[in-house]
């Protein structure tokens, strides 16, 4: 039997463990969550297409994606994709579309940590990524970075949102978990610093 190694997992959660089920309630609420949040706009600021491609990495269950595909968000003539290796969230993601028959939104599985991403050179118009930070490794971030400009036409939208500072609690026992929670994705080579999670920062440099 192999022995499992949490430093070589891909996946912070075990994506596998009742079939997936479990984590892809946890993306739908999380995305809700998210995208209910008007510190969060559902797309950039001043972002608007009528034609072209927008991606979704580490989409989940498409909870944002399908909201692009609103006609208060994107127009019908853009084509949105969204990519993750969950398999069970992506199955769900297609589903949600055609029941509610979003025709310019699909999802794929793919693997962002295997490079290069499945588009073409300069062919979309919006690359976005949210709180992947516990899917990537630390020495990955140029990687993606490099891969996501690559895939973008010139002038396109690179957008990632990510935690920066650890959130100082008033309540002991909330803190002391956030604290152990920032240490185990360090450990784990996830994060930046052991302190806080940084990615912004890191991200600038």
Not at 65 to 76: V, Y
Not at 97 to 115: D, S, T
Not at 172 to 178: A, L, V
């Amino acid at each position: 039997m192999q022995e499992d190694n949490i430093y070589k997992r891909r996946y912070v959660i075990d994506i596998d463990g009742n079939n997936g089920i479990a984590e892809r309630e946890r993306l739908k609420r999380q995305g809700k969550i998210l995208t209910s949040s008007k510190a969060l706009p559902v797309l950039p600021d001043g972002f608007s297409l009528q034609h072209g491609r927008v991606v979704d990495l580490a989409c989940g269950a498409g909870e944002l994606a399908l909201r692009w595909a609103d006609p208060d968000a994107l127009g019908p003539n853009v084509e949105i994709i969204g990519v993750d290796l969950n398999d069970i969230a992506i199955q769900y993601a297609n589903d949600q579309a055609k029941l509610y028959k979003k025709e310019n939104v699909e999802f794929r599985v793919m693997n962002i940590l295997e490079p290069p991403f499945e588009f073409e050179d300069e062919s979309c118009d919006l690359v976005h990524g949210r709180l992947i930070v516990g899917v990537l490794p630390m020495e990955y971030w140029p990687t993606l970075l490099a891969e996501a400009h690559r895939i973008l036409k010139p002038g396109g939208t690179l957008r990632l949102i990510e935690s920066s500072s650890l959130i100082i609690e008033n309540a002991p026992n909330q803190h002391r978990m956030s604290v152990a929670a920032n240490l185990a994705l360090w450990r784990v080579g996830k994060t930046f610093s052991q302190y806080e999670v940084g990615t912004a920062a890191a991200l600038n440099r």
